[in-house]
């Protein structure tokens, strides 16, 4: 069994940044492909970013794309996601998750094996 446990959110203000990390155990982290989900209140869960198991290729959610920056560390087993310039519609809740079997693009929640309980960013005004 996986486990994931996202860290590093908190209340800011629009134009700030947050870094958030998702630390992996339980089995090897590179041989998964890592995601990062968001929830807005009201809304329902979207994809946000996604990076191959090398590292060498990322996904990005449009509205995020220039802002958002996701990485990943083998030595740590932590894959992270750099926000920079936030605006009040990031505010959500911020979920990683895990898929061992596919490659390429994929932004479906159901398409990953295993997710963290998430942290909260909230974005004031």
């Known amino acids: 069994q996986v486990h994931l446990v996202e860290s590093g959110g908190g209340l800011v203000q629009a134009g700030d940044s947050l870094r958030l990390s998702c630390a992996h155990s339980?089995?090897?982290?590179?041989?998964?492909?890592m995601g990062w989900f968001r929830q807005a209140p009201g809304k329902e869960r979207e994809f946000v970013a996604r990076?191959?198991?090398?590292?060498?290729?990322?996904y990005y959610l449009d509205s995020v794309r220039g802002r958002f920056a996701i990485s990943r560390d083998d030595a740590k087993d932590t894959v992270y996601l750099q926000m920079n310039n936030l605006k009040p519609e990031d505010t959500a809740v911020y979920y990683c998750a895990a898929d061992g079997r596919r490659t390429g693009y994929w932004t479906r929640w159901s398409d990953y094996d295993y997710w963290g309980p998430g942290t909260q960013v909230t974005v004031s005004s």
């Open positions: 339980g089995r090897t982290f590179s041989t998964y492909a």
């Open positions: 990076i191959s198991r090398t590292g060498y290729t990322q």
